[in-house]
């Protein structure tokens, strides 16, 4: 793997467009599995810690209203991990190879000489074009964007180096399996995860953290009696929409979808309710 990473490093200090020698396809499986793991522990060892401390600096808001209808599973691995990748590496890196059309109208010299400065834009422009996946717009976010699309910066970097070496699918694969890893890993971890518990002799409260709404019907129910809430069921609702519903609140942070069961024996009011899901939104930030 050293001596993989040393290409890369060598490929990209003075890139040139020249396919790897000898190739084969389980020389091309080895880089691409070679590559993918390395992404995965940097990612592991340095950009998650790294986004952590960041959020607690700057909360970072990928989405402040979840789009119920595009949140399932399926679409998401569908879109996120097939469709994407497929269409930004045909944007970003397809034309990073000499052909015949090129031929045409340019020299091979001068194209060695565009050759670089393309490889420099995409990449630069790959990294940047993610900053979209924030709704942050706060002067210390600006600040720490850069860090924030590091990780796009890097894989640009592989991503560009496999295209030139190997081919465009090779690309299209890694950049494929690193979005379907970032799709389904999240998936698997809530799958174990323990619901958030807050009891006392007055009541019970169950939230269920969720990562993708499924194909059932959202349930919103509420059992009231002057002014007290005695029951609550809500199944695959936003935490945001909830409190927009029943406070006309508007939070501007990261949303989160949810089941609540609330149980009270003498009923709590809307308002030691709403402290309720604001102490879970703070263990959920801790």
């Not at 958030?196 to 993708?212: A, K, M, V």
């Not at 194909?215 to 069921?233: A, C, P, T």
Request: net charge neutral; aromatic share 16%; with cysteine.
């Amino acid at each position: 793997m050293k001596n993989i990473l040393l290409e890369v490093y060598t490929f990209i200090k003075n890139p040139n467009d020249q396919r790897i020698k000898n190739w084969s396809l389980e020389l091309n499986v080895k880089y691409l599995l070679y590559i993918l793991f390395f992404k995965f522990i940097i990612a592991a060892l340095i950009y998650i810690p790294l986004i952590y401390f960041l959020d607690k600096i700057e909360p970072l808001v990928y989405e402040t209203r979840i789009d119920y209808k595009s949140n399932t599973f399926l679409q998401v691995l569908v879109v996120t991990s097939i469709l994407v990748p497929i269409v930004e590496e045909f944007i970003f890196r397809y034309l990073l190879r000499y052909n015949k059309l090129f031929s045409i109208i340019i020299n091979k010299d001068k194209w060695n000489i565009i050759f670089k400065i393309l490889v420099y834009t995409s990449i630069f422009i790959f990294g940047f074009v993610h900053s979209s996946n924030y709704e942050n717009n706060s002067t210390l976010f600006y600040c720490i964007l850069p860090i924030l699309i590091s990780t796009q910066l890097i894989g640009g970097v592989f991503l560009t180096f496999l295209r030139v070496r190997f081919n465009l699918l090779t690309s299209i694969v890694l950049h494929v399996s690193w979005n379907g890893l970032l799709t389904i890993i999240p998936f698997a971890i809530t799958i174990f995860e323990k619901p958030y518990e807050n009891s006392s002799e007055n009541h019970t409260l169950i939230i269920e953290y969720l990562n993708y709404n499924t194909n059932k019907l959202q349930k919103l129910e509420i059992d009231s009696i002057s002014n007290k809430i005695f029951k609550i069921h809500i199944e695959e609702y936003s935490f945001n929409h909830i409190l927009d519903t029943l406070y006309q609140y508007e939070r501007n942070k990261e949303d989160l979808l949810i089941n609540i069961k609330l149980e009270s024996k003498k009923g709590i009011s809307k308002e030691e309710f709403k402290k309720l899901l604001f102490d879970y939104e703070n263990s959920e930030l801790q």
